[in-house]
């Protein structure tokens, strides 16, 4: 079945840098990846997502791309905030159904 | 329009009783998931509704879990003779119809078993 890798599994970074988080899953079928990013006690909320027929998708600071060959993708985050700081979960869709196969998750530290 | 809502937000019970969550989708959305959520780890799939089809129960840890969609909206999971290790937050997902579609998660039940 999909397994979804997710590194790193913590990040931290100043204020204003750039974050990146990688992912890569198995099933070559996998058409849909979304992220979520989840603040402490609160629900993970959709923040971006990429479908396989584009190779990079952007929405003001955050920007996702995908690798179809290599079976990768990543998420990208410039100017990081404070506020940006949560936990990131990578998914992907297993073929081109609805449900999804998520990475482990990783904790993201923006230190002003 | 709302989101999707969980009832209880938290939910102390004592180990070997019965728990019910409830879910309430967003309107229209004819898919629906359950996720586990341990502390300080990643979302564990348990089952997965879509419509009128049969529900794929592939996640669910033990026959312990159960799960039932009422009128293809609000969703049930019961949890009979819990145990300790059933302690975790429970999260609940519904996305529309139509091949790979955003889910959209609810604020969850956190379920402490003493």
């Known amino acids: 079945g999909e397994n979804v890798e997710q590194h790193p599994s913590t990040l931290s970074v100043q204020e204003g840098d750039s974050a990146v988080i990688k992912c890569t899953y198995s099933?070559?079928?996998?058409?849909?990846f979304p992220w979520y990013k989840q603040e402490l006690g609160k629900r993970p909320q959709l923040i971006i997502d990429?479908?396989?027929?584009?190779g990079e998708k952007k929405d003001q600071r955050i920007a996702v791309t995908l690798n179809k060959t290599a079976k990768h993708f990543s998420l990208h985050i410039t100017e990081t905030q404070p506020e940006d700081s949560a936990v990131y979960f990578c998914a992907a869709s297993i073929g081109s159904g609805n449900k999804l196969v998520f990475g482990a998750g990783t904790i993201l530290r923006v230190k002003s | 329009g709302a989101g999707v809502s969980q009832s209880p937000s938290n939910k102390v019970t004592e180990k070997g009783k019965d728990v019910e969550l409830r879910c309430d989708p967003i309107s229209g959305h004819t898919a629906l998931y359950w996720y586990r959520q341990s502390l300080g780890q990643g979302l564990e799939f348990l089952i997965y509704?879509?419509?009128?089809?049969?529900?794929?129960k592939s996640g669910l840890p033990s026959d312990r879990f159960s799960a039932e969609r009422t009128g293809g909206s609000v969703s049930t999971l019961t949890i009979q003779r819990t145990q300790q290790e059933d302690s975790a937050v429970y999260l609940c997902?519904?996305?529309?119809?139509?091949?790979?579609?955003?889910?959209?998660f609810g604020d969850g039940t956190r379920l402490s078993i003493l």
């Open positions: 509704f879509q419509g009128n089809s049969a529900p794929d």
């Open positions: 099933d070559s079928a996998s058409n849909y």
């Open positions: 997902a519904s996305s529309s119809l139509g091949g790979s579609q955003p889910q959209h």
């Open positions: 990429i479908r396989s027929n584009v």
